[in-house]
């Protein structure tokens, strides 16, 4: 019989903890000097179900909690942001990790407009699979960075009235 010495949930946290850095969390972003898209911040371990990774944000406006980035506008400055990670598996907590980055401003209003329009997905406007709307579709009238929208639809089926269209079968 051999006996496996399991580890104690305080050495855990601390192991996961010294693997989380900037590199953990970058996503698509190249450099923590010049972040420009969402982060993936993980919020527990696929292994370990235990383990629960808390995020906190310095900014909550340029970073949010579940690592959405709200860039500044053409021509502001880069935001600094300080996130930071606690580790915990019951009732043992990791030393806070700090990943420190920079937000970087969009280069010009057609790039912020780019990116309104990539985010507005079909999710946003209702519940329903798109080839299976049965229902009236929410359509919002300001957006992402706060840019208007405006709604056409050539459709006979589809009435826009104000912030909702119409369906008609």
């Known amino acids: 019989v051999t006996v496996i010495k399991q580890k104690d949930d305080a050495s855990t946290v601390d192991e996961v903890a010294s693997n989380i850095n900037f590199d953990y969390i970058k996503g698509t972003n190249v450099s923590p000097d010049s972040v420009t898209k969402n982060l993936p911040l993980p919020t527990g371990l696929d292994s370990d179900k235990s383990i629960v990774i808390e ?3 310095s900014n909550e406006d340029v970073v949010k909690k579940n690592g959405e980035v709200v860039r500044p506008l053409p021509g502001e400055d880069d935001e600094s942001v300080t996130l ?39 999710s946003v406007l209702s519940n329903e699979e798109i ?16 840019t208007a929208v405006e709604w056409s639809c050539a459709s006979p089926f589809v009435d826009i009235s104000g912030t909702e269209a119409i369906i008609t079968r």
């Open 55 to 57: 995020w906190t944000s």
């Open 131 to 146: 080839n299976e709307v049965t229902c009236n579709l929410y359509l919002p009238d300001v957006w992402k960075y706060n």
């Open 84 to 122: 930071t990670a606690v580790v915990k598996k019951n009732y043992a907590s990791s030393t806070p990790v700090i990943i420190e980055f920079d937000v970087k401003p969009f280069e010009s209003v057609n790039e912020l407009l780019e990116e309104a329009k990539n985010s507005l997905k079909f």
